[in-house]
């Protein structure tokens, strides 16, 4: 099991789930259906069906997929997934996505879409926290006066 310290660690964490021949299935809508459904299915359970690694995977899967910026969603994938070189990765955005990396640095780029990445999954985080607080807590009562 992982401990993660840092956004690093979390995304390379990510690629090894979402890469992993046990929830492959083509694309990463499936994937973060997965997520959901084995979620969904644990509360059901006292028997945890992912590791907390896997979990914490499907989670970034999940931040990745509603991050907002589309450049630093796809450079992310490419270089964290698909394992892609800071020049493949320039070469397939201009490609495919019509987006011209060349004229900034690109640490910068990644700097700036790690950055996405932790403010979505932060998001992410914080709504799913607010559901379990409001389904497990339970409102007190209020004296009539």
């Excluded at 459904?37 to 059901?44: F, I, K, N, V």
């Excluded at 932060?122 to 389904?135: D, G, P, Q, R, Y």
Aim: aromatic content about 10%; glycine content about 2%.
């Amino acid at each position: 099991m992982m401990d993660f310290e840092n956004i690093e660690s979390r995304l390379e964490n990510w690629s090894r789930v979402v890469r992993s021949p046990r929830f492959q299935s083509g694309e990463c809508a499936a994937w973060a259906k997965w997520y959901v459904a084995l979620r969904d299915a644990e509360r059901m359970r006292d028997v945890p069906l992912m590791t907390k690694d896997e979990r914490d995977g499907w989670l970034v899967e999940k931040a990745w997929s509603d991050m907002p910026n589309h450049v630093a969603k796809w450079v992310i994938k490419y270089s964290y997934v698909w394992r892609m070189s800071d020049e493949q990765i320039q070469i397939r955005m201009r490609k495919s996505h019509n987006v011209i990396l060349r004229g900034r640095k690109f640490e910068l780029v990644m700097a700036e879409a790690r950055t996405s990445v932790r403010q979505s999954i932060a998001k992410l985080t914080a709504k799913e926290f607010l559901e379990n607080v409001s389904i497990i807590s339970c409102k007190p009562e209020t004296a009539d006066v």
